[in-house]
């Protein structure tokens, strides 16, 4: 089975801009979360997305958002983006909500100047 | 809310030698607790998962963790560290949902 993706991979914008991340779950794995990882802050859940409803978000501004399509593919986007907004951001799926081990893409790299 | 916490920033072990990487939590009803390992520019991958039962539980690549619900505890522990076992890990909670929790990690250093 293929693992989960995500793109890009690495990712470089302005101040300001706004992003968009795409991941694609495990074929079968219907829940999505995603997470935003830094030196600093360590782990930090964003969100969790299930038959295309967020389901739990974490503490994040509103910029932060997401959604997910019919067949669980899922995009957050981030909008006025800011210096510390740069960070890996991690998608993970699993086979539903739960207490199920989540699966983690690569990541994607976003680096904000 | 849940969470967890990761006491030690960092472990050094000789290879060969057994090792323990920490982890306590935080819950208000039945945990569910997972570690995670990380390698350079790699996703997380997912070690081992306590949920209910055993006490004692196996997971990948030879490591075991151990929950201990006095203790609020569940401590990862490998009987003989190899050197490709340096890495960054994770212990996480969960409470029946996906709203994970991660603690800080600890790098973990085996040394030949």
């Known amino acids: 089975k293929a693992g989960v993706t995500q793109t890009p991979r690495y990712l470089i914008k302005t101040r300001g801009q706004q992003v968009t991340l795409s991941c694609s779950p495990i074929?079968?794995?219907?829940?999505v979360s995603w997470y935003q990882q830094t030196p600093g802050q360590g782990l930090q859940f964003l969100f969790e997305?299930?038959?295309?409803?967020?389901?739990n978000k974490g503490n994040f501004p509103g910029r932060f958002s997401g959604r997910q399509f019919s067949n669980s593919r899922s995009e957050m986007n981030v909008s006025t983006l800011e210096l510390g907004d740069s960070a890996l951001y991690l998608c993970?799926?699993?086979?539903?909500?739960?207490?199920?081990?989540?699966?983690f893409g690569p990541g994607t790299r976003l680096t904000v100047t | 809310a849940q969470s967890v916490a990761q006491p030690e920033d960092q472990v050094n072990v000789a290879e060969g030698n057994p090792l323990t990487v920490k982890c306590t939590y935080s819950v208000s009803g039945n945990p569910y607790l997972f570690w995670y390992v990380q390698y350079p520019n790699r996703g997380l991958q997912f070690l081992l998962k306590y949920i209910t039962g055993d006490n004692l539980v196996k997971g990948s690549y030879g490591f075991e963790a151990e929950f201990n619900k006095s203790q609020t505890s569940f401590h990862l522990k490998k009987p003989s560290a190899l050197v490709s076992d340096s890495a960054l890990y994770f212990c996480a909670v969960s409470q029946n949902n996906n709203d994970m929790r991660f603690g800080a990690g600890t790098r973990l250093t085996v040394k030949p």
């Open positions: 993970a799926s699993s086979l539903d909500p739960g207490p199920y081990e989540q699966y």
């Open positions: 074929s079968g794995h219907r829940s």
């Open positions: 997305y299930f038959s295309e409803t967020q389901r």
